[in-house]
């Protein structure tokens, strides 16, 4: 049966004007630094020691003061994205405007500096929060399901989603159905993982491989086959993180797509 979900919109409002606030604070103290490269580092130590700070013992555990910061490590997290993908091209087109003794504005058709960068849309910001449990009552992080058209950005949020857990101590993993679609959407934040120190922590497959390493996690399979009918002693299982310490995030771009991708593959 169908059931009507009221989003906390007000609280996701306040959520984003923090993260506005706090990405632009960090992308302008890189502007203006002497030294790019140092204010990378210190966005990546500054997220590292505020997510240290609240890091959670499991995902039942989703504090008010975890909360609060969710905008601040959003904000990190993209603004890093934003400077490593686009920041050099930047700051090349505002050395020769203002070399050329033009402005920032610029005449009428002239690039506008902000359209250079890579930045995240609005709706993708808002999208995050909700995922990371910002305005949720309750104490603990929901499992949740969303639509999210072609084009519209999965890459992205999925990409910020997982270093921010990652950052939170958690282990991720992304599926997909694609094998295409996985490698493409980790390369696209692999760069940011690895800043961030997260790289070990985040995983991206298909729904296929995914569900392959879960049998994994429980032993050789055919070990176990054969210890069986020979009536031996079952090997133990190899020790695994707790579930609560694990995230999991899907991609699915049609139902039709999903089905025939995990039929297809032996």
Known sequence: RRR?????TDKLVEGYKQYQKHYDKCFLE???ASSGRDQLANIVRTAASEAAAVRPASSREWSEQLVSVLPR???HVFCYFTIANSGESYKRLKDSKLGGGGSESGSEGATKLDNVLLQPHSAQVLTVLQMLGYG???GQLRCQLMQIRTGEGKSIILGACSAVLALLGFRVRCVCYSEYLSERDYALFKSIFQAFHVLDRVTYSTITRYSEDCVERKGNIRDL???LLRGETLPSAPAAAPASQTAAGLRVDSEEEACNGAAGTS
């Open 136 to 138: 949720s009552a309750g």
């Open 4 to 8: 009507e979900v009221k989003l906390p």
């Open 225 to 227: 086959t054969e210890a």
């Open 73 to 75: 490590l959003v904000a």
């Open 30 to 32: 890189w502007g203006g």
